[in-house]
């Protein structure tokens, strides 16, 4: 976490000067682009093999399954490029999830039951940004206890009942957009947690490439030292993230707690490794202070696609893991050559 | 750079190993454990059930739990007890929890506290009975989450003079006294495949959403099914088991991954754990394919439907079996949970009582009535029982 | 603040400001907590406080405690190792298949468990390796190996326990030795070793100097890529150890064994007063840290708190920890 890294900022910053062919070298050698590749190349040979696996019902299966992580992962981006970690979003997310759920059972408004969670999450995220950045505690120690904290507390509170019978109209994750069709092509209805999936991911990566607080969260990550001395604030900008972090962990609960009839009011066992696992695939954190949203939310895809792909071609589910850690393992490594290759 | 290729080829050599070396064991990843089956008989035309009698007839093997050790004589006094299900968290023992509950009540002399690990966890139980030893409790209920490693605890517990008393999910014999059984695995197995032949035919197809394949019951069950399959319905088709351990997310995600890999070949998913059923449920309503067409997620066709049986309770089964979703799922086969943990308390309190001991063939366990010795030293609760949509509205757990 | 005038006895008050800083040391204050949260949880329970319930806590704690241990060098340096779970897991799997009479092996008991050390040992190496010489984080590297270690565990075993050890074999894990549990002495031994090395030798001198400054250390003298390749191989050395114990004290192995080891291990030496961003910390912290979050546990459950209210306690001791260390730190280091 802490390896001392020369590199600074966005390795985009090289390219601005020069020609469209060398931008295009650029783009192709990024990890976003590895990514979609990785994932087209998977669609391929799986594809060929079970023409099923591209049905259009599998390929929104497989974009839908790892939407809530993708968001998440958006939140955890962030987090991690300011050079932090946060590892209690899995137990979060169990808590949110419960909250949505009791609300809507409950008789509140449906829409209380959708925004009270998320703004549940900042004001959990902002606690953490307090401990982390005023009260100087590092946030693995700080998510490390809350983890335990939310975990616990969740079970004495529930007993671990789980929650049904929630009105029809809560499920929002259940919900599609309708069909259009523009130009004479069709296009399908898509799911909403895929709709949010993409918007949000694209808004924060545009916030972090061009707004001044979104670039300041790469400086602080780069060199806080540096970052200081140009007059940003760290812990102005740590707060910022990790109130971020909350909304967006806030958002993933919702669409957890709304894609199935039953709530269980436990904490998904790893799922916060999961979302740490998509935001590194991503290309974040490999020196600190680089990565995009975009990238986790490929990883986040790829991991979906790899586990739907290994059921339809086969291989022992006994090695789901090992081909994870294999995977993580490889895309880090080839990102290490690429960015060795590019600064030569 | 010698040390970089160096750590390349341990890389390599790493990933060369996670390939190699199971092809020795890969012959099958069913689900299934290795341990000797006992199919059932199959089912005869005309409902005679003399077949099922003649098995239970078989000879009795000698009582082998364990006993405690000086265990004080509390014979109609109060006594503390602890309830270590292998979880807490999850509906099926919030109800085992639940008939413990009643039958405390029912006795006024028995005090049952239930405390377990958050996650089902093998270490975790031992330093929580652990704890109980040494506060010094009257009894000791259990669920292993493994049948060996829970064992020296427990016999530590007997050597402390405690009860034990397992349920739901067995240890070694000799590490308790009892085990409260809430259903023979080949007569789970048996239920299992006959409501899907039900609903699918003889010559169906089927896939398994199971919990984790260490999980000792869902092994078993498995295996048991597999070979009541083999024997009965040789026309079927056993297409794969996919783990989804005790996550309903991660259920509905295997499931769905299920229906859209086989389409129209796959005619019925088995759901093994009380999570992944209703998951199973679900992915099957979303994706469309309920097998009735007076709801929305109703099958284009008859040949598209996907049936779902499954081990479940009945309250998250309601919705897929009378309520929104009527008819996508049929026939839900469970034991009683309640009555399973309420059993287990009247066990104990008859084994403090001495009013049942090794060699006993039968024990009273109040509204259950008499309940039969089976296997040496296990309490059988009854043939699982089958709900359906006659019958679910009156449950509530 | 003490610009206090210098005319009077000069050794006196350095001999209490010595004093002062000792008190003020993590370690003591740490001690101070425990020793409170032992008299309060004495009078919870009765059974608390036996020295059955202690020894008896002792066998529970050895897993943790070893890993907590080499942790400890982990962290001192500013790395982690998010893979002792997975490679306990991986361990107690070889244990068993080497061993297990009926399977493709059916080596010696002595020989199963010697490559089971090597295994573990083998897979801290490949840590080390990554981490070092292909410059990959420390955090990703060993989350990495942490889901592909466990993956060859679950692969390997197929899902199939191996149990039915012959009885020599749990004397390390349920035997005693001279009235203590036996894993205890081991855990001792280990504990001593690891303190000596950390504060009495060179080597422990330069772990601190990589925590501290890593290039700074690097242009002293010191080999920083070696110690941490033996640091991250002894942490894979301590998981095996510490897989070994676990089979022969539940008498079977599991590839589930061990999982969410590594949060444990990171909680107890990071309430040791080990900073995470490296540079400082102890073994006597570790050690008290560990012994503390057990010891909270058992007394927690036996005066009556179920498990999932002793969590919550533990987390919030956890957190409490660190912030008044902090503001006694601070206050110190302003005053």
Request: hydrophobic letters at 50%.
């Amino acid at each position: 976490m802490t390896t001392a890294a020369p590199t600074l900022g966005q390795p985009t910053r090289l390219s601005r000067s020069r020609g469209l062919a060398s931008r295009f070298l650029v783009f192709a050698t990024s990890q976003e682009f590895v990514l979609l590749l990785v994932v087209v190349l998977l669609f391929a040979v799986v594809g060929n093999t079970n023409p099923r696996y591209l049905a259009e019902r599998n390929v929104l299966n497989i974009f839908n399954g790892n939407a809530y992580i993708a968001v998440a992962a958006v939140g955890m981006t962030m987090v991690i490029i300011s050079r932090n970690i946060d590892i209690s979003v899995g137990s979060l997310i169990g808590v949110l999830g419960t909250v949505s759920g009791s609300l809507a059972i409950n008789g509140y408004p449906i829409w209380s039951s959708w925004l009270v969670p998320i703004l549940l999450g900042g004001v959990v995220g902002a606690v953490i940004g307090f401990m982390v950045a005023y009260l100087r505690i590092p946030s693995i120690v700080v998510t490390l206890g809350l983890l335990s904290i939310l975990k616990g507390g969740l079970i004495t509170v529930t007993n671990g009942a789980w929650i049904t019978d929630m009105p029809d109209t809560y499920f929002l994750a259940q919900m599609r957009t309708p069909e259009i069709s523009l130009l004479g092509i069709n296009i399908p209805a898509i799911p909403s947690p895929i709709v949010i999936m993409i918007v949000l991911t694209l808004l924060a990566a545009l916030w972090m490439r061009y707004s001044p607080t979104g670039r300041a969260i790469y400086a602080v990550g780069g060199n806080a030292e540096a970052a200081r001395l140009s007059g940003i604030s760290e812990k102005r900008i740590i707060m910022t993230v990790f109130i971020i972090n909350g909304l967006c962990v806030g958002i993933a609960a919702v669409l957890w707690a709304t894609q199935l009839s039953i709530i269980q009011s436990t904490v998904p066992a790893g799922l916060e490794l999961q979302v740490i696992t998509s935001a590194v695939v991503g290309g974040v954190s490999i020196m600190g202070g680089v990565g995009t949203t975009i990238g986790a939310m490929l990883a986040a895809i790829l991991l979906s696609a790899i586990n739907s792909a290994l059921v339809f071609i086969n291989v022992s589910p006994y090695w789901f893991r090992a081909v994870v850690g294999v995977l993580i393992l490889i895309t880090v490594l080839t990102d290490l050559l690429r960015r060795r290759r590019t600064q030569a | 750079m010698k040390a970089k290729v160096l750590a390349l080829f341990v890389l390599c050599a790493l990933v060369v190993m996670s390939v190699a070396f199971p092809v020795a064991a890969q012959d099958r990843w069913d689900g299934a454990d290795d341990l000797d089956v006992n199919p059932l008989e199959c089912p005869v035309a005309e409902g005679e059930t003399a077949a099922e009698e003649a098995a239970a007839e078989m000879d009795m093997p000698e009582y082998d739990g364990g006993q405690p050790t000086d265990a004080p004589d509390l014979a109609g006094q109060d006594i503390v007890v602890v309830d270590v299900p292998k979880l807490v968290g999850i509906g099926y023992f919030a109800a085992t929890t639940l008939g413990q509950q009643q039958a405390a009540e029912e006795l006024g002399n028995v005090t049952v506290t239930t405390d377990a690990p958050t996650e089902a966890n093998i270490d975790d139980q031992i330093a929580v009975i652990d704890n109980y030893i040494t506060q010094g409790v009257n009894g000791i209920l259990f669920a292993a989450n493994d049948p060996v490693a829970i064992a020296p605890v427990l016999r530590r517990a007997l050597e402390a003079g405690i009860h034990v008393v397992g349920y739901d999910a067995n240890s070694e014999p000799d590490a308790r006294e009892w085990f409260v059984n809430q259903a023979e695995f080949n007569g789970i197995a048996k239920s299992m495949i006959d409501s899907m032949v039900a609903e699918i035919g003889e010559d169906g197809s089927f896939a398994i959403v199971t919990s984790t394949f260490t999980t000792p019951n869902q092994a078993r069950w498995i295996a048991e099914m597999q070979a009541y399959q083999e024997k009965c319905f040789p026309e079927m088709t056993w297409l794969e088991t996919v783990e989804a351990q005790e996550d309903n997310v991660l259920s509905f995600t295997q499931a769905t991954t299920l229906i859209n890999k086989y389409g129209p070949d796959m005619d019925g998913i088995f759901g093994m754990t009380s999570v992944a059923t209703p998951a199973a449920a679900d992915a099957v309503s979303q994706a469309g394919l309920c097998a009735v067409d007076a709801v929305d997620g109703a099958a284009s066709s008859e040949d598209d439907a996907v049936a779902v049986v499954g081990l479940a309770t009945p309250n998250a089964m309601k919705p897929y079996v009378t309520g929104d979703f009527a008819g996508c799922v049929k026939s839900v086969v469970l034991w009683n949970p309640i009555d399973l943990g309420y059993a287990a308390v009247y066990v104990l309190r008859a084994i403090v009582d001495g009013e049942f001991g090794p060699g006993d063939t039968s024990v009273e366990a109040g509204r259950l009535g008499t309940l039969q010795v089976v296997n040496g030293s296990e309490i059988l609760l009854g043939p699982p029982f089958v709900y359906t949509a006659e019958n679910i509205d009156g449950f509530d757990f | 603040m003490t610009t206090t005038t210098h005319t009077t006895d000069d050794s006196q008050e350095q001999m209490s400001s010595r004093i002062r800083s000792f008190l003020l040391r993590q370690e003591v204050i740490l001690l101070i907590i425990s020793l409170l949260a032992v008299m309060f949880l004495a009078f919870g329970s009765d059974r608390f406080l036996t020295t059955d319930n202690l020894l008896n806590q002792g066998r529970l704690l050895t897993e943790i405690g070893l890993v907590a241990l080499s942790m400890t060098f982990i962290i001192i340096t500013g790395g982690i190792d998010l893979s002792v779970g997975s490679i306990l897991g991986l361990c107690a799997i070889i244990l068993g298949v080497m061993w297990d009479p009926n399977g493709a092996f059916a080596l010696p008991l002595e020989v199963a468990v010697v490559i089971c050390l090597l295994v573990g040992t083998l897979a801290g190496f490949v840590n080390g390796l990554i981490i070092v010489r292909l410059g990959v984080p420390p955090l990703i590297t060993t989350l990495a190996t942490l889901a592909l270690y466990r993956g060859l565990a679950e692969g390997i075993s197929q899902a199939r326990s191996v149990r039915g050890y012959p009885e020599e074999f749990y004397v390390l894990g349920q035997g005693e030795f001279l009235g203590v549990p036996t894993q205890l002495w081991v855990l001792l031994i280990f504990c001593i070793l690891t303190a000596v090395i950390l504060s009495r030798t060179i080597f422990g001198r330069a772990i601190y100097a990589i925590g501290n400054n890593e290039l700074g250390a690097r242009f002293s003298g010191v080999p920083v890529g070696r110690y941490k390749i033996m640091i991250y191989t002894f942490s894979g050395f301590m998981a095996a150890m510490a897989a070994w114990i676990f089979v022969s004290r539940v008498s079977t192995t599991r590839s589930d064994m061990g999982s969410g080891l590594e949060l444990d291990a990171i909680a107890a030496v990071v309430l040791g007063g080990t900073s995470i961003f490296g540079g400082s910390g102890s073994i006597i912290g570790t050690i008290i840290g560990f012994i503390l979050i057990q010891l909270l546990k058992n007394g927690l459950a036996l005066s009556g708190v179920t498990t999932d209210g002793t969590i919550v306690v533990i987390g919030t001791v956890l957190i409490l920890a660190i912030l008044i260390n902090n503001f006694i730190q601070r206050r110190s280091g302003n005053g």
